[in-house]
C-alpha cells in the first residue's frame, strides 16, 4: 500500500503569509495527487488535480506542485476563509489520504 | 449540475446495522463508481471501498470487509451502504464521492452515525 506522509500536522500562521503544505508518498506516484481543503462539519473540497490543476473556481492564491514521491501545496498570501484542515490524496494505485496538516491563525 | 444527497444523521445502537443513501443527479448514474469514506471527528479519512452501479460491482478494504455492503438502486440513482454489528468505534461521519482524485470530483454533505446504548 502507499502510504502518505503530510508535514506538518499542525501550522500556524498570520494573515498574507506565503504557506507551504508538504506531502511525500512511500513510493512514485507520478502526478496522480490531489489537494483537499476541509472545514469543521464540511465535506472535502477539492483544491487541486493532478499535482498542479487548480480546480473551477478555486482562488489562484492556491497552487500546487511536485510530481514522483515529492508535492507541496502553497497559499501564496493567507486569508482568514483559509483557515481549515488540508488533506493530499493519492490515486495512483487505490486511494491513499495523508493524515492532514491543520492551518491555523495567528 | 451534479449533486450527491445524503441522508440524515442516525443514532443506531451497538450491534444493530443502520442504511446510509447516497442519491446523486446531474449525471449518468450508471456510468461513474461511487466511493464511501468515513471520516471519525478530528481524525483522518479512510476509504471504505466503492461500488460501480453500471453493473454493481463492488470493493471493499481489508478493514470494512464484514462491516460494509454496497448496493445502488439504477431506478433511484442511488447508492446505499449497509454497516452492520455497529460498535462505538463504527461512530463517524460517512461521506459518498465521485472521481474523488479528479476534477470531476463531487462528494455528499456526509451522514453523522452514533452508536450509542
Known amino acids: 500500500d502507499i502510504q502518505m506522509t503530510q508535514s506538518p500536522s499542525f501550522l500556524s500562521a498570520s494573515v498574507g503569509d506565503r504557506v507551504t503544505l508538504s506531502c511525500k508518498a512511500s513510493q512514485n506516484i507520478n502526478k496522480y495527487l490531489a489537494w483537499y481543503q476541509q472545514k469543521l462539519g464540511e465535506a472535502p473540497k477539492l483544491l487541486i488535480y493532478n499535482a498542479n490543476s487548480l480546480q473551477t473556481g478555486i482562488p489562484s492564491r492556491f497552487s500546487g506542485s511536485g510530481s514522483g514521491t515529492d508535492f507541496t501545496l502553497t497559499i501564496s498570501s493567507l486569508q482568514p476563509e483559509d483557515v481549515a484542515t488540508y488533506f493530499c490524496?493519492?490515486?495512483?494505485?487505490?486511494?491513499?489520504f495523508g493524515a492532514g496538516t491543520k492551518l491555523e491563525l495567528k | 449540475q451534479v449533486q450527491l444527497q445524503q441522508s440524515g444523521a442516525e443514532l443506531a445502537k451497538p450491534g444493530t446495522s443502520v442504511k446510509l443513501s447516497c442519491k446523486a443527479s446531474g449525471y449518468t448514474f450508471t456510468s461513474y463508481y461511487i466511493y464511501w469514506v468515513k471520516q471519525r471527528p478530528g481524525q483522518g479519512l479512510e476509504w471504505i471501498g466503492y461500488?460501480?452501479?453500471?453493473?454493481?460491482?463492488?470493493y471493499y478494504s481489508e478493514k470494512f470487509k464484514g462491516k460494509a455492503t454496497f448496493t445502488a438502486d439504477t431506478s433511484s440513482s442511488t447508492a446505499y451502504m449497509l454497516l452492520g454489528s455497529l460498535t462505538p468505534e463504527d461512530s463517524a461521519y460517512y461521506f459518498c464521492?465521485?472521481?474523488?482524485?479528479?476534477?470531476?470530483?463531487?462528494w455528499g454533505q456526509g451522514t453523522l452515525v452514533t452508536v450509542s446504548s
Open positions: 461500488i460501480y452501479p453500471g453493473n454493481g460491482g463492488t
Open positions: 464521492a465521485r472521481l474523488p482524485g479528479s476534477r470531476g470530483a463531487y
Open positions: 490524496l493519492q490515486h495512483n494505485s487505490w486511494y491513499t
